[in-house]
């Protein structure tokens, strides 16, 4: 019902041409696929669907990526670290272009460590730490020295928030911090490591998880969580699609059951949408080797719709 009448009605005030960048990259994650994600969104139609929005959109194509069959992964503690740093650095630089042209950045993923590239270019435009709604089944707040599997797309919040105490994240395409630990909020968590725990009952960060949601609803917690994020030098927006339950979202990499529902996750995103203040939006972990029939992608699109400011009527 939504996909088919969303297209009629748009309350997104803001005008800013969308540029679009994709960052095909699953050298941070311990499975493959989610390299092809940009392209599955892509192929769900996601410029024609932006673009009956009545919204100006630019796609500035996909930064370049190693393959994993011809690099070393290194330190295993940071698995592939070296090829994935200059995925990001590329990352960063296009990002931030992308914000001094006046355009809004919608970045397709690829695994959640390409966060690490857009947060970094985003801090890097806006010359300041900014804020960000995280919405995904896991806080990705790991470090080499926590992480149990050494993937670096379980680290992007540790990186972001300069938590990672290690040069190796160190980078001129981006200063550190990225974002404020009282601008941080993290929604749908349901799997955390232990290393994990005990940072996040040391830290600044709020997090909703699926009992939040639960007791709250999706309303509330998402006030909450734009009041939080907002206010910085930019508010960002970064969907890993496994915050959805794989019911909804099958083409993951790392599904973890009892996700948030179709309906809560339009909601979030026309809440984020409605309060004015998102200033960018990436999409991550699709994997349309695991996927039926695209359903995945195409939901991303959906979401990013709703994001964007598509509304029933």
Known sequence: MFAAVAESGTSRGDRRPIGVIGAALDLGSGRRGVDMGPSAIRYAQLGERIEEMGLPIHDHGNVRTGMV??????????????????????????????????????????????????????????????????????????????????????????????????????????????????????VGIRSVDGGERARLHELGVRVFTMEDIDRHGMRDVMEEAISIASGAAFMHVSLDMDVLDPDQAPGVGTPVRGGITYREAHLAMEMLSTSGKVSSLEVVEVNPVLDVHNATATLAVELVLSALGARIL
């Open 69 to 186: 069959e011809a690099l070393d992964q290194g330190d295993p503690s940071a698995r592939y670290w070296s090829a994935i740093k200059r995925t990001c650095e590329e990352l960063a630089d296009h990002v931030a272009a992308t914000v001094n042209d006046g355009e809004m950045p919608l970045v397709l993923g690829g695994d959640h460590s390409i966060a690490i590239g857009t947060l970094g270019g985003l801090a890097r435009a806006h010359a300041a730490p900014g804020g960000v709604v995280w919405l995904d089944a896991h806080t990705d707040i790991n470090t080499p020295t926590t992480s149990p599997s050494g993937n670096v797309h379980g680290m992007p919040m540790a990186v972001a928030l300069g938590l990672a105490d290690d040069p190796r994240f160190e980078a001129s395409a981006w200063p550190l911090p990225m974002i404020k630990q009282e601008h941080t909020v993290l």
